[in-house]
């Protein structure tokens, strides 16, 4: 397909409205209307949907109806990431021999919108020998979830911020983006950008910008102006799905809650933090394992030459060199009373998460 110019929306926020920032909620409505609910959404606050709340969850469907219903109230405003383009199956330029990748996608991952439509509309994804006619199908059966999609823009501009799903430049007017600048970005706050206005940005998991320890809060990089708010909501174990708050259009004063489901238990014993640890993560997570054990395996990461005790149920193949599950070594350092959601229970201890971090505890829990 050719460049696509990416569609630009701008928003004039009124004063003393609160301005909620969500992006990457992946399908999954648990997530969604659970940090909805810590935030106490309501009519008086601007709430943006920072692009991918479609996708790699279970109701992507189901997903796109909440939203197309909060925007329908007049103060949601929803941007398209990379996840959500799938109007451009339907633009001219579209080459119907991709139709066969989608197909062999919606096969593999057995989830997300091309697949829930399929379903809502009687078509069994596994009956189906090609694509193309089907898609015309989809179209008849969902005019409006089509015609919402294919109006979403890639970026909001409110005053003083730019919502933009994973990057832009500060060298080239917004309207000039292509849609690949915006939505495609890897990294965003490595880049070395930066703004004179707030960019607020979610796509790249904020935990893997970590080395040591694993980190799911929204990173405020003040000194370049860049947000970054994806908590990893669906694509990790222990993601969680990050709401920025924005007290008003001319404040800097930012916070956040967060929502996840694990249940949360309290420290009853006092635990000394690491003084060494390394996170395994996607895209650095091939590892060498020197003793495979029935509940952990100790591995050697492959690059850094790393040693740890990793769950064997995280290592994605039996063999001697195999990627595996992000995981991490760090062991928390908590106090009695302290509160923490727990993620995993093994027979060493548990893996949870204390204030966004996640990390070992090996004492009691109540």
Not at 90 to 108: K, V
Not at 245 to 269: A, G, N, Q
Not at 271 to 285: C, L, M, N, P, T
């Amino acid at each position: 397909m050719k460049e696509q110019k990416a569609r630009i929306q701008k928003l004039e926020i009124a004063p003393g409205r609160r301005i909620l920032v969500i992006s990457d909620i992946h399908g999954n409505v648990p997530y969604l209307e659970g940090v909805l609910k810590k935030a106490n959404f309501g009519p008086e606050d601007e709430l943006i949907l920072d692009g991918d709340f479609l996708e790699k969850g279970k109701e992507s469907l189901r997903t796109l109806r909440i939203v197309m219903a909060l925007s329908r109230l007049g103060n949601t405003h929803a941007l398209c990431g990379n996840c959500d383009d799938w109007y451009d199956i339907f633009r001219p330029d579209w080459d119907d021999r991709d139709d066969e990748h989608i197909l062999r996608y919606m096969l593999w991952r057995k989830s997300g919108l091309l697949w829930d439509m399929c379903n809502a509309a009687g078509v069994d994804p596994f009956e189906m020998e090609d694509f193309t006619s089907v898609k015309k199908q989809l179209l008849r059966a969902f005019p409006e979830e089509w015609d919402f999609l294919s109006r979403l823009p890639h970026a909001i501009e409110a005053g003083r911020f730019v919502f933009v799903h994973a990057g832009m430049r500060p060298d080239k007017p917004l309207e000039e983006h292509t849609v690949e600048e915006l939505d495609r970005v890897p990294a965003f706050l490595r880049s070395g950008l930066r703004f004179d206005r707030w960019v607020v940005v979610g796509h790249w998991p904020v935990v893997l910008y970590g080395e040591d320890r694993v980190c799911a809060n929204p990173i405020i990089g003040r000194d370049k102006h860049i947000i970054s708010i994806d908590g990893g909501c669906v694509l990790k174990d222990d993601g969680q799905l990050n709401c920025l708050i924005i007290p008003h259009r001319d404040s800097e004063d930012f916070s956040w809650v967060s929502y996840d489901p694990f249940p949360e238990k309290t420290v009853l014993d006092d635990q000394a933090g690491s003084q060494r640890s390394y996170y395994i993560r996607w895209g650095d997570s091939s590892v060498r394992v020197l003793e495979r054990g029935e509940e952990f395996s100790r591995c050697r990461h492959v690059r850094t030459g790393y040693e740890m005790d990793i769950l064997t149920k995280y290592l994605f193949s039996p063999g001697e060199t195999t990627d595996c599950n992000d995981c991490t070594d760090y062991v928390l350092p908590l106090k009695e009373g302290d509160r923490v959601s727990v993620i995993e229970e093994t027979g060493r201890g548990y893996f949870v998460k204390h204030n966004g971090t996640s990390g070992w505890y090996y004492g009691r829990l109540i």
